[in-house]
């Protein structure tokens, strides 16, 4: 009797570079209500105590990568994929696809990025001024990450810093960082500071779809969309993308893996 293997597991390891475990609990309570393949197997880890418990600065930022890099060194062979669950310009993302090439690797800022973009329907018709684009945009925790994640969306999308871009409506922020929200602050604080986040986005132009800039949002998708419906009605409310990057990096890896194999000899 011959036995082939027909169809292989897609292993995905989601990374919070963080120290927080209760941040990784919220990106498994997010990835939970995805439909996924019943081949494909995602795994959570969590960065050792000497990483920042909340990334709020690039000094954070680097070195989460560093203590990172250090723990899962030469422990990637049996993935077939890595989410980098920190919504930033990430270096883990590179450094990992550089050092593990049999790796597919993105971060929940790309993801999202590209994402957002699928979203985006046609140019809307507008009052004497022709057509104007449907926008997208970021709602994110600290000052901080305004010029950082605009800076990173201009990069990624290979423009000059000074390049306008008529899609882009941009980011904002809500003041808090990303401890805050799994019981940093008062749940009415947090509501309130990403409703007004929101609605200074929609303010920009016909912002279409709303990137959440930080994976401890996840599951506050509600809040932006009451946002929205307070400030353009229902009709805009329902029809409003919110992107969780998580659940955006998981479903394109998932894809991404596919594909390496199937167009890879």
């Known amino acids: 009797m011959t036995l082939r293997l027909l169809r292989q597991s897609t292993r995905i390891l989601v990374i919070n570079p963080n120290s927080s475990e209760s941040m990784t609990h919220g990106v498994e309570e997010a990835i939970r209500r995805m439909s996924l393949s019943p081949t494909t197997e995602i795994y959570t880890y969590t960065a050792p105590p000497s990483s920042p418990p909340s990334i709020n600065t690039g000094e954070d930022v680097a070195l989460s990568a560093d203590v990172v890099s250090a723990d899962l060194k030469g422990k990637l062979g049996d993935y077939d994929a890595v989410l ?9 993302v590179q450094r990992l696809a550089r050092d593990n090439p049999h790796l597919a690797v993105t971060g929940i800022f ?99 779809c709303v990137a959440m800039g930080c994976a401890g949002m996840a599951g506050l998708e509600d809040i932006i969309r009451d946002a929205t419906r307070e400030k353009h009605g229902n009709e805009q409310a329902e029809k409003l993308f919110v992107v969780d990057g998580v659940l955006a990096g998981v479903g394109l890896l998932e894809t991404t893996v596919k594909n390496r194999r199937m167009f890879r000899k």
């Open 84 to 92: 980098v669950a920190c919504y930033s310009v990430h270096p883990l």
């Open 110 to 208: 790309e993801a999202s990025v590209l994402a957002a973009l699928s979203l985006l329907g046609p140019p809307v018709a507008g009052v004497g001024e022709g057509e104007k684009e449907r926008m997208w945009g970021v709602v994110t925790t600290g000052k901080f990450w305004e010029a950082h994640l605009t800076d990173g969306v201009k990069h990624f999308l290979g423009q000059g810093r000074g390049e306008g871009n008529a899609k882009f409506g941009g980011v904002e922020s809500t003041g808090l960082n990303a401890g805050d929200f799994h019981g940093g602050v008062d749940p009415a604080v947090i509501r309130q500071k990403l409703r007004e986040a929101t609605q200074r986005l929609l303010g920009k132009g016909p912002v279409e």
